[in-house]
């Protein structure tokens, strides 16, 4: 597990009576341990090093042995994601430092960050961010990944300006829509490339204030990145081998034979997207909750493990379908600009 880092500093300027107030009321009652006037700022149990204690939604699901979006690893730096059935050798003395996030509610996975070690030599720095969007539950007005390189180019702030509009660029004997921007005040160059895979969007999003950085590593990326056959900007529906086809609102009246909503102990008001796999067979065979308190996870498997589909036939066969299901009230979705509009 890597370390991960998160501090923030805020400074109060208070009135020379209130500190006063303050500081004789700290002599009167103080703490033994902890709160928010205590002296002692030693807790009563540390918690280990380079871990972050939080409570609320997390992601989880309901086998380890079934390959999921934020599983992926480097080991002897080579990054390799199952699910997405990514491999990308890492350039020589590149190196992944932190781990991502869990995922958001809305589908949204920062997969893995790699940028130069202390000991490269190279005259310039950059990063190479690898993302994958949840098509399912995205907030973005965007069905592909082509649709969502040309949303982003149609919305960058002001401060941005764009220096090579969408286009397809192929990568790794796959093709990539592509587009390219910077910011003149931070002197900065951003290189994005996009691709679907199993109704995921993934991003390779390459950072640095030299182009020829940027440009060397794309093309490096030729003889270090290996992709499934499905990627491509505007398929990528899954349905190949072993892998489940994936089909948007696949969880509806029409396919369902029978269906019971889930019991919750408690009212909370968070979106919950979940995505599951359905076995030729028509039953909930995996369970993959992006987010979710635990509560809200045990409610929502044991009614999804009595939910029956009809089998999803290809060509007369029964084949696994992976689809996505939001309990809870779905977040808020952007609207497209015109000028997305226009080029969709």
């Known amino acids: 597990m890597h370390s991960r880092c998160f501090c923030s500093v805020i400074v109060l300027t208070l009135p020379v009576p209130l500190l006063a107030w303050g500081q004789k009321a700290g002599q ?75 995922p958001s509610d809305s589908g949204l996975y920062v997969l893995a960050q790699f940028r130069p070690s202390a000991s490269y030599k190279g005259p310039s720095r950059g990063s190479v961010l690898i993302t994958a969007q949840d098509l399912f ?22 401060d941005y300006k764009v220096e090579v509009p969408p286009s397809v660029l192929k990568v790794a004997g796959h093709a990539f829509s592509f587009f390219a921007y910077n910011s003149p005040v931070a002197q900065l160059h951003w290189y ?22 940027l440009k060397t590593t794309i093309l490096d990326m030729n003889n270090r990145m290996k992709l499934p056959a499905e990627a491509s900007p505007t398929a990528g529906t899954g349905g190949g081998g072993a892998v489940p086809v994936c089909i948007k609102d696949y969880a509806s009246d029409e396919n369902l034979i029978a269906r019971v909503d889930p019991i ?30 635990a509560d809200q996870e045990k409610a929502i498997t044991d009614a999804l493990r009595q939910w029956k589909f009809r089998p999803y036939l290809r060509e007369g066969q029964p084949i696994e379908v992976e689809t996505g299901i939001m309990f809870g009230r779905a977040p808020y979705r952007a609207t497209p600009s015109a000028a997305n509009q226009a080029t969709q």
Not at 192 to 210: E, G, K, Y
Not at 265 to 293: C, M, T, W, Y
């Open 28 to 102: 009167q009652i103080v703490p033994q341990n902890g709160g928010d006037f205590s002296n002692n700022t030693q807790p009563l149990t540390k918690v280990p090093e380079g871990v972050i204690l939080v409570k609320g939604a997390w992601s989880s699901a309901s086998d380890s042995m079934t390959p999921r979006p934020e599983g992926g690893s480097v080991t002897d730096n080579v990054f390799s994601n199952q699910y997405f059935g990514i491999t990308y050798a890492l350039p020589p003395d590149w190196t992944e430092k932190y781990e991502g996030p869990p």
């Open 137 to 158: 539950f995205t907030q973005l007005p965007a069905t592909n990944a082509r649709e969502l390189i040309h949303y982003t180019n149609d919305n960058l702030q002001t």
């Open 192 to 213: 994005v490339l996009a691709t679907q895979i199993r109704c995921h969007a993934v991003q390779l999003v390459l950072t640095s204030r030299d182009t020829t950085l």
């Open 264 to 293: 919750f102990s408690e009212h909370r008001f968070n979106p919950v997207p979940v995505r599951i796999i359905i076995d030729k067979e028509g039953k909930v065979q995996h369970i993959h909750f992006l987010s979710a308190f």
